[in-house]
């Protein structure tokens, strides 16, 4: 892996959480990791809805985005859980001769073709990689947080094709937790879903599903959930009515890196913060 990528923002932080884009630039320029944004980026289709209702279509979008990376031989960095396996689901399967073929036939329209050659990582797969950085850089130790990891679906699994961390008992969470000086109280066996995926479907089992993870958390005694996954953490902070507030990943580690509330927006939080 190279330590300058394409930075791939997806659709939902630039759009409705944009101070979680200010906390993971600050991480990433404070880490030296050299990064510009994806020219002509568009959605991923992301992998729940869209993906399923036209797979050839979903295919041709990553391999456009991919075949613009793989012209400054870059890779590409993402931000979100959805984000990350769409596009690492895309590159698996073209490594299929037939579906390239296809795909290709298609991109020559516009002049373009995918090769393969660029490959694509979530910050948490970045942030594992830079463990003993991330411990030198930690300037405001977060000794106050009792954390509950929350890795949400589509970062672990396909575990063949995602590769971060173990689909079972993943660690990359806790020990981002740890090295920041915070106390990780929930061990991550088998990580759950958020529920934010079935939420316009059926309203209440979303509900359901999410009060289930927040009643583990309290009962571990945790005050803050850490996630990696924008989505987890729309569900976590404005659906749930019990109180914990979340963190996204960059947030914890741009406080741990000496940035201030102010800074780093967590006033934007609908469940209260305190640090």
């Given at each position: 892996?190279?330590?300058?990528?394409?930075?791939f923002r997806g659709c939902l932080i630039p759009t409705r959480l944009p101070f979680l884009e200010r906390s993971s630039l600050l991480v990433l320029d404070r880490l030296g990791i050299a990064h510009t944004p994806l020219p002509g980026a568009t959605c991923c289709v992301e992998p729940i809805g869209l993906r399923s209702l036209a797979l050839d279509t979903w295919l041709v979008v990553a391999a456009r985005m991919l075949s613009?990376?793989?012209?400054?031989?870059?890779?590409?960095?993402?931000?979100?859980?959805?984000?990350?396996?769409?596009l690492k689901e895309a590159r698996h399967l073209l490594q299929s001769r037939e579906e390239r073929e296809?795909?290709?036939?298609?991109?020559a329209e516009i002049g373009r073709e995918y090769r393969g050659k660029a490959d694509i990582?979530?910050?948490?797969?970045?942030?594992?990689?830079?463990?003993?950085?991330?411990?030198s850089l930690t300037v405001a130790p977060l000794d106050k947080l009792r954390i509950a990891p929350h890795s949400g679906c589509h970062m672990l699994r396909p575990s063949?094709?995602?590769?971060?961390?173990?689909?079972?008992?993943?660690?990359?969470?806790?020990?981002?937790?740890?090295?920041?000086?915070?106390?990780?109280?929930?061990?991550?066996?088998?990580p759950k879903c958020c529920g934010g995926g079935v939420t316009g479907v059926d309203d209440r089992l979303s509900s359901d599903i999410l009060d289930d993870s927040i009643r583990e958390f309290r009962a571990a005694g945790a005050n803050c959930?850490?996630?990696?996954?924008?989505?987890?953490?729309?569900?976590?902070?404005?659906?749930?009515k019990q109180g914990i507030p979340v963190l996204f990943l960059?947030?914890?580690?741009?406080?741990?890196?000496?940035?201030?509330?102010?800074?780093?927006?967590?006033?934007?939080?609908?469940?209260?913060?305190?640090?």
């Open positions: 892996m190279k330590d300058e990528y394409y930075l613009i990376a793989e012209e400054e031989g870059r890779d590409v960095l993402t931000l979100c859980n959805g984000c990350y396996v769409s296809k795909v290709n036939a298609v991109l990582e979530h910050l948490a797969g970045l942030v594992r990689r830079k463990g003993s950085e991330i411990q063949s094709v995602t590769a971060i961390d173990a689909s079972f008992s993943p660690h990359v969470l806790t020990d981002a937790a740890r090295w920041v000086g915070a106390d990780a109280v929930v061990e991550e066996e088998w959930i850490l996630t990696p996954c924008p989505f987890c953490f729309v569900q976590f902070d404005i659906r749930q960059a947030e914890m580690l741009a406080l741990a890196f000496g940035a201030s509330p102010e800074e780093i927006g967590l006033r934007y939080h609908r469940t209260k913060v305190e640090i």
